[in-house]
């Protein structure tokens, strides 16, 4: 399969990436949200824990809203995609140790993580979107860590940014 096939099956299969940032956007909403109106470390057990979900979230939203069916067995850029979580994993482990110290540095770690992340899946989908979203991403994340943005605030944009990125995929997609 060539770069380009690969690619073409990935949008189609994950309806242009748009089902995962949609996802994504709600987890890390969800986060500044209880963050803002519970704690710190309830945002970051609710953005730890919601993160695990979205995938699975991802292709059942894709199969049921989207009628997309799974990419093929053979593509080399699910393989890709899946061993990005490895390094978002790592990322997440040290963002929580370093809130040990810095503690509201925890969202910002973790969103220049998500943002890294997305600069692959430029490759994974071949839409420099994503570029553009992880280039925003992280400036939001190197914002927060000098500028000192409160860490429920940081949630909040990033969430709200994939959503709206989303948009700009998913309105499109169901017409």
């Keep these: 399969m060539h770069l380009g096939e690969s690619q073409r099956d990935m949008r189609r299969a994950y309806v242009n990436g748009?089902?995962?940032i949609f996802m994504s956007g709600l987890v890390w909403v969800t986060a500044g949200a209880v963050t803002l109106y519970a704690d710190l470390f309830a945002g970051m057990a609710t953005l730890f824990f919601g993160g695990m979900l979205i995938?699975?979230?991802?292709r059942l939203l894709a199969r049921r809203i989207f009628y997309r069916g799974r990419s093929?067995?053979?593509n080399p850029m699910e393989m890709l995609a899946l061993q990005s979580t490895a390094f978002l994993i790592i990322s997440l482990v040290i963002a929580y140790l370093v809130s040990g110290t810095y503690g509201d540095w925890f969202f910002p770690i973790a969103l220049?993580?998500?943002g890294a992340r997305y600069l692959v899946f430029q490759t994974v989908y071949g839409m420099r979107l994503f570029v553009v979203l992880g280039i925003i991403l992280i400036i939001i994340a190197a914002a927060a860590i000098w500028g000192g943005l409160d860490p429920a605030f940081v949630a909040l944009a990033g969430g709200a940014t994939e959503l709206l990125c989303s948009a700009f995929?998913?309105?499109p997609a169901k017409r």
Excluded: M, T
Aim: no cysteine; hydrophobic share 55%.
């Design 18 to 20: 748009g089902v995962g």
């Design 55 to 58: 995938h699975p979230l991802s």
């Design 72 to 74: 093929r067995v053979a």
């Design 112 to 114: 220049s993580a998500v």
């Design 169 to 171: 995929i998913l309105v």
